[in-house]
């Protein structure tokens, strides 16, 4: 029995080890899993958010296609039907179909508002008696595929409209909504269009009638 007593303490030395080690294990496997389970969730969360980044670099690459192709195009401008609507009226005719187009493409607005001849346009500047000009500046709520629509409908549009500015943001609690800030320029003919044989003759050069559409 005295041969064995010198290991005893060795024997509890490794009882304890052991008792140490599976108590150790038993306390890290959970945090260890919670771990493995946490990195796994951030890991998809980084594949969606670069899926989102890469669906918003499409739709920016989009609109700015879009944007270009509208700016150098030569759609025809807005012509009343009758003369001597006044302004407003001229203003409602166009505004009614961009909010047409907001509804249409379910695009929620968070504040609009508007401005009439800015004074830095072309049109304003040679043609304010012949040109009516409004600027419509909005803040929208919508996902990427009915903001790329609503560019596609204004690209559509038989009539010129400018797109002066969009900022288009990911909203910081839910990315698949977009936050975008849209300014668009309206443009009308004050009275009704002439033929174009007469409105050659009646509208020269000067007078702002042949200016090309705004860069």
Do not use: W
Not at 182 to 199: D, G, I, M, V
């Amino acid at each position: 029995m005295d041969k064995y007593k010198k290991y005893l303490g060795v024997v509890i030395f490794c009882v304890v080890i052991v008792l140490l080690v599976v108590v150790a294990y038993k306390i890290t496997l959970p945090k260890y899993q919670e771990m493995i389970s946490y990195s796994s969730k951030v890991e998809a969360k980084q594949q969606e958010v670069d899926k989102l980044r890469e669906s918003l670099h499409i739709v920016e690459r989009k609109i700015k296609q879009i944007k270009d192709s509208i700016i150098s195009s030569q759609k025809k401008i807005y012509s009343p039907i009758e003369s001597d609507l006044g302004d407003e009226t001229l203003f409602f005719t166009l505004y009614n179909d961009v909010i047409e187009m907001l509804h249409a493409n379910s695009i929620k607005i968070r504040a609009i508002d508007y401005q009439y001849n800015p004074s830095t346009d072309a049109f304003v500047k040679f043609g304010k008696d012949v040109y009516f000009v409004c600027d419509v500046n909005m803040e929208l709520v919508s996902n990427y595929v009915n903001l790329g629509k609503l560019i596609q409908d204004i690209y559509q549009y038989p009539y010129y409209i400018r797109i002066n500015e969009i900022d288009v943001k990911p909203y910081s609690k839910d990315k698949k909504i977009l936050l975008s800030k849209l300014s668009l320029r309206l443009y009308a003919h004050t009275t009704p269009e002439e033929p174009k044989e007469a409105q050659s003759q009646a509208l020269p050069d000067i007078d702002g009638a042949t200016t090309p559409l705004p860069q």
